[in-house]
């Protein structure tokens, strides 16, 4: 069988766009966004409470600028082998904790870069005025800082969650479910004959990554202040 008809006949079972059979695509593509998102989540608690702290008292420079050479290095497989290691060492699920361990660690460093960028790019002006109002450091902080620098931030979250969605995919070789990854495994294991399978399975990653960039993109426009947002047209 040529790779079109293996792929004709892979898109043309029905089960294939059902969205109860767990070997579904719809199935499989929100098996996929859990994982991330929730990755994303975890990520972005650990991450952005500290980072906001340390930017708005003008500390930690040297981690800010370290993490993004970490955020570049980290090999997705290599973190994804390590942790399953440890998971199995401390008994723990292979099948979920590996992964989602190995996202969140890929997920930081954008995130921990992009807030601390965001508010120490605020003008010390503002911030004074904030204070010379009665501001707390507090309200300075969740007020002023973290909505001005949202658009960064969020620019920093379009990043680790593109990465994430290419990570979920690798991490189907631990994981069971997998998301649209599992395609890609499966297909090379059935050899020549998965070839329409895998080609299937790395297109719908694509196009999943695509759509989540789009509405990323969405987000940050709407979530920036109006007036952030007319001072950068004007810029531009």
Known sequence: MSFFD????????PNRWSWTDKAGIPYRTLEH???????LVVAAVLTIPAALWLAHYRRGAFLASSAVNIGRAIPSFGLIILFWFLASRWELDTTFWPLLLALVALAMP???????????????ETVDAARGTGYRE???????ELP????????????????????????????DGGGLGRYIVDGFALGAQGYGEIFAGGLAAVVLALACDGAFALITRLATPRGLALQNARRD
Do not use: C, H, K
């Open 148 to 175: 001005l620098a949202s658009p960064i931030i969020l620019a920093g979250a379009r990043v680790s969650f593109l990465q994430l969605i290419a990570t979920v995919a690798i991490g189907a070789i631990v994981n």
């Open 138 to 144: 507090w309200q300075i902080m969740l007020r002023l």
């Open 33 to 39: 966004l859990r994982f991330s998102l929730l990755a």
């Open 6 to 13: 293996q792929l004709n006949a892979w898109l043309s079972d």
């Open 110 to 124: 954008p995130l921990f870069t992009n807030t601390y960028a965001g508010v120490v790019s605020l003008e010390q």
